[in-house]
């Protein structure tokens, strides 16, 4: 039996043992004059006998999928002869991976001994699944059983179900917080494998990034520089003009629909605004290289435009063709569903009461959005603002396709720059090893980034604890 299937049985034989001791709480319920009787409603009961034989089984089919290929490989490693087991790891291990694929059909590999070992594996795979597979549904009808006959009218199956959903959600709720500790310690290691090859000052004030390692000691144009300068300064650049576009657009949108608009006007706007939301990031970034950017270069070369210093004509103005300009435009029409939608919440919670206040005293209706509503969402907006910049930032795929990632040290929308998370995406594609300073340097990037969201996070939530507690 597949797992797949056998998976299937378990869901349908815990979806019987529900029904079935459901049931059997009302047949007892009405032996003994009503529901009122029982000490739970019918339906924890069977919730509870469902976990009694969901849990067990379900550790039963974890443990024996966690540790089925490492006995497996032990039991392998005994058909290899004595000089193949004192290989060493790596090459033992590219040996193990030769048999396996043999097993699965991807090799054509014609060593009798392993073809033969092969089919050993294929053997000791079959009796693991049969095995699996019998004690699984043993231990389900078994349980099942078991789960039946101890039902009783006074069991607190409430109690018991509510506890076990309590310790599920805290080990959910324990799991995604080792998670992030995890994720974070592992960057902050291996930063600190990066700062043992390049200076910590050179990274964070460097000029120059061009991450290439010499292979050769005469090698030209390999020199290895990792200063982060020109990849901070982009990221900037580009979050700026998004942040132009979005904050202004988005902003006036969430006042405009909660303030001015109809309920049927609003309605159907907010939705559309919500849809760009949806949009996958490589069609924005299609967006940008095909459309926006090659109409920025046209539009502006048609200007025809000179630049000139101090009175002295330099030349015409020069626009590249993947500019900083094209993909903040881009991105900026992405991020203002975040803006919009999180900021009319915001407005739409003001107590009406204000807007009630204002207007008795006679003020304009745009004096109140101005001096009472505005004031009041203040803390939702700057959250949502501060929310907005961190997208910004995180972004990769528009800047990929619209800008490139060429690393340069300019505050010229107008030409080609690159950002930090391009560049984490270009040192981690591909077969790397992973004690260079060229891959370990895309975990400093994620921890100078990880530290700059966690700083505008922290800043949004000390000016929400600020401002709101003076209209609640």
């Known amino acids: 039996m597949s797992m797949s299937m056998l998976f299937l049985v378990m869901l349908v034989g815990v979806a019987a043992t529900f029904y079935f001791c459901r049931q059997r709480s009302l047949s007892l319920a009405s032996e003994l004059g009503g529901i009122r009787h029982l000490h739970s409603l019918p339906v924890f009961y069977g919730v509870q006998a469902a976990l009694w034989c969901a849990i067990p089984c379900l550790l039963i089919f974890g443990l024996w999928v966690v540790f089925d290929d490492a006995i497996i490989r032990e039991l392998t490693l005994q058909y290899l002869t004595e000089e193949q087991r004192s290989l060493s790891a790596n090459e033992l291990q590219l040996l193990l991976s030769t048999i396996e694929s043999i097993t699965t059909g991807s090799s054509t590999v014609n060593d009798p001994q392993l073809i033969a070992i092969s089919q050993h594996i294929v053997d000791f795979r079959s009796v693991s699944n049969l095995a699996l597979s019998i004690t699984v549904v043993c231990s389900l009808v078994g349980l099942s059983f078991w789960a039946w006959f101890k039902l009783k009218p006074e069991n607190k199956a409430r109690s018991n179900v509510e506890r076990c959903f309590m310790l599920f959600l805290l080990l959910c709720s324990t799991l995604a917080i080792f998670t992030t500790v995890g994720i974070v310690f592992s960057v902050i290691f291996e930063s600190i494998r990066f700062f043992q090859i390049v200076p910590i000052q050179e990274f964070i004030f460097g000029t120059q990034w061009s991450p290439q390692l010499s292979i ?257």
Do not use: W
């Open 216 to 472: 050769r000691a005469d090698q030209v144009g390999s020199s290895g520089a990792f200063g982060a300068v020109p990849l901070f300064t982009g990221t900037l650049l580009i979050s700026a003009i998004a942040m132009l576009v979005a904050v202004p657009t988005g902003l006036m949108t969430a006042i405009y629909l909660s303030e001015y608009a109809s309920s049927r006007v609003r309605s159907v706007v907010k939705p559309i605004l919500e849809i760009l939301a949806g949009i996958p990031t490589v069609v924005y970034g299609f967006f940008a290289a095909l459309t926006i950017a090659p109409m920025i270069k046209n539009g502006l070369h048609g200007l025809g435009l000179d630049i000139a210093f101090l009175g002295v004509s330099i030349g015409p103005l020069e626009v590249s063709g993947e500019s900083a300009l094209a993909a903040g435009l881009v991105m900026g029409v992405m991020i203002i569903p975040f803006v919009s939608s999180l900021s009319d919440d915001v407005i739409n919670a003001v107590p009406q009461s204000l807007r009630d206040g204002a207007y008795g005293l006679g003020s304009t209706q745009s004096e109140t959005i101005k001096k009472v509503i505005f004031p009041a969402a203040l803390p939702g907006i700057v959250g949502a603002i501060l929310l907005a910049v961190s997208r910004a930032i995180g972004e990769t795929m528009i800047v990929v396709m619209a800008v490139g990632t060429a690393a340069k040290l300019t505050f010229n929308p107008l030409e080609s720059v690159t950002t930090v998370t391009v560049q984490m995406t270009t040192l981690l594609i591909g077969d790397h090893e992973f004690d260079s300073a060229k891959t370990l340097a895309a975990f400093a990037l994620g921890l100078v980034l990880f530290i700059i969201t966690l700083g505008l996070n922290f800043i949004a939530l000390n000016i929400v604890k600020k401002y709101r507690e003076q209209y609640d």
